[in-house]
């Protein structure tokens, strides 16, 4: 489908982002998809809160224990790129499919979590392959994958508010598009910086992290994940109460339709920090990036209980600036990690950080008990506060170098 250009090594670059980024999005499909069906899976399951959740949660915590195997394993680092992707999302469709027959809700948590450990087969192996097809503008690139995916992480809630769809239809829709997914990916050619070949090295995985580069990027990814799905996941909750506190009518829709917006408009974000990481540095733009979301979330524990308008205003500035630096941890253990695992570190870097989101998701309601929204907000820019300390101390490293064609 792409083939670079001898001589031309920059040639297809662009192609090779275009249906990288679609593939991965289709195959991603299956795990967006939990949202769009999960009210009508507890209706017809008769699913309690706490049964719904597993359903929700299974899925991430599926991906932590497949993005350790692959790492542990190296298969970022031995397999070509583009057949991970096939094979991960063929297994996630077959995953998804499940579910249709699953009838109740032990068989389907054990099928979503089945679904999340799959995709660790697509996500790190993607953005491997999108390296290998930039040296210059690697952060706006890998910024445009992260963009679609978080764009295609707000679809679910733009279908709930426009009503939902049958459960089983959208089931087949996604396990089909994931499957068509792979079928794209296998069909881009490797890019013309691709990394050398690995051998097989279980503990290089251990090795990659602490590395002092290395460790600080992933230091400062775990402040972003700590905040990022915690947001994503209970901002409808939170919003819902804001309008159901001022007596506006159809408070459900209305949070989908919010909700749908401060994720999306991340899709913008991820472009724009990608643009400053490779002009300004990209410590430098995680550091702010961070550095924004950690206030907004802050001013939003103050102006909880204001006026609908100026919450959403103010939440669509969180939602931009939260996603924005995402994709430039990723370029910047792509940059100082071993050229030869470049594919374990990214999946490694990863597992943590979701392992980090179950227990962030998991403490929220728990602070909201405890205190309110302005407690649990609080709590949350914790982790992008403290990432923002992990990007200034990597800035004055000797790997600092190395980043952004030596801005850092």
């Known amino acids: 489908m792409t083939r670079a250009v001898p001589g031309d090594p920059a040639s297809g670059r662009w192609t090779a982002l275009t249906w990288l980024a679609a593939a991965v999005v289709l195959a991603m499909a299956p795990w967006f998809s939990a949202a769009a069906v999960l009210p009508q899976l507890r209706a017809a399951w008769l699913l309690s809160e706490g049964a719904a959740a597993w359903l929700t949660l299974a899925v991430q915590l599926g991906f932590v224990v497949g ?33 249709l027959v699953a009838g109740g809700p032990g068989v389907a948590a ?22 290998a097809w930039f040296r210059t503008g690697r952060g706006v690139a890998l910024g445009v994958m992260v963009g679609a995916l978080t764009l295609g992480s707000a679809l679910p809630h733009l279908v709930n508010g426009l009503g939902g769809a049958n459960w089983r239809v959208v089931i087949v829709i996604t396990s089909g598009l994931a499957a068509f997914g792979g079928l794209i990916a296998s069909r ?7 990394f050398p070949a690995a051998a ?26 700590w905040e990022l799905y915690a947001m994503w996941a209970w901002f409808a909750t939170f919003f819902g109460g804001v309008l159901s506190a001022r007596g506006q009518p159809d408070p459900g829709r209305g949070a989908a339709f919010a909700t749908f917006a401060v994720v999306g408009v991340g899709a913008l974000g991820c472009y724009v920090g990608g643009v400053l ?33 100026v919450v959403l205003g103010l939440s669509l500035l969180w939602g931009f600036w939260i996603i924005a630096d995402s994709a430039q941890f990723s370029t910047i253990v792509s940059e100082i990690a071993d050229p030869a695992y470049v594919g374990t570190a990214l999946t490694a870097q990863l ?8 227990g962030s998701i998991a403490l929220v309601p728990v602070l909201v008990r405890a205190g309110g929204w302005p407690l649990a907000f609080t709590v949350l820019a914790v982790g992008p506060l403290l990432g ?18 030596g801005r850092g």
């Open 110 to 131: 054990l099928l979503r979590a089945l679904t999340g450990a799959a995709l660790a087969l697509v996500y790190p192996p993607a953005l491997k392959a999108m390296s």
């Open 188 to 194: 881009v050619g490797e890019g013309p910086y691709r």
């Open 67 to 99: 993005a350790v195997l692959s790492a542990a394993l190296n298969l970022a680092d031995r397999v070509p790129p583009r057949r991970l992707i096939l094979l991960g999302s063929l297994l996630a469709a077959g995953a998804n499919l499940g579910l």
């Open 351 to 358: 597992a943590l950080g979701f392992t980090l989101t179950a």
């Open 277 to 309: 990481g490779d002009r300004w540095g990209r410590t430098r733009l995680t550091a702010l990036a961070m550095g924004l979301s950690g206030g907004c979330a802050l001013a939003l524990a103050v102006l909880a209980g204001a006026a609908p308008p």
């Open 388 to 405: 923002v300390l992990a990007m200034r101390r990597l800035a004055g490293t000797l790997e600092a170098a190395r980043l952004a064609d």
């Open 200 to 225: 097989l090295r279980p503990g290089q995985a251990w090795r990659v992290l602490t590395d002092p580069g290395v460790g600080l990027a992933t230091l400062g990814y775990l402040g972003h994940m």
